[in-house]
């Protein structure tokens, strides 16, 4: 479970709401697009769902990465034992920063990643079960 300090806890006492951004609902599959697990943010999930605190979950639609239908049904499944979301927003991919990295002299890590569309968007929310 999650191991949160006193100060967290304290603030968690304060807080109405928590917009919980999922990276990726797959562990391996987050891992190889953040560089990490996301083990730490679903048990964070699990954790304020039991303390009763409302959740927004809230997920990058990247199309080709986090679009798999199979992950999206894991998602709905992850999201389905929860007690306190609210709301599950898909936000849709874009690449407007990616002039940054290019300015910076990174390589873009999403070079040939396309924008999501309305269609993705809707398509993604179909297998949800979300309006």
Not at 8 to 27: A, C, E, Q, V
Request: aromatic share 8%; with cysteine; charged share 30%.
């Amino acid at each position: 479970m999650v191991a949160l300090t006193d100060d967290i806890k304290k603030l968690l006492t304060l807080t109405d709401l928590i917009l919980l951004d999922i990276k990726h609902i797959n562990p391996e599959k987050c891992k190889e697009l953040v560089g990490y697990s996301n083990h730490l943010e679903l048990d964070f999930a699990k954790f304020l769902s039991e303390q009763g605190i409302p959740i927004w979950i809230r997920q990058v639609l990247v199309p080709s990465i986090t679009d798999n239908e199979q992950d999206l049904l894991l998602l709905k499944d992850f999201i389905s034992h929860l007690k306190t979301v609210e709301k599950v927003e898909l936000l849709p991919f874009h690449d407007m920063g990616k002039f940054k990295w290019k300015k910076l002299g990174f390589d873009y890590p999403l070079e040939g990643i396309r924008n999501a569309t309305l269609a993705d968007i809707e398509k993604a929310k179909n297998v949800l079960g979300i309006t």
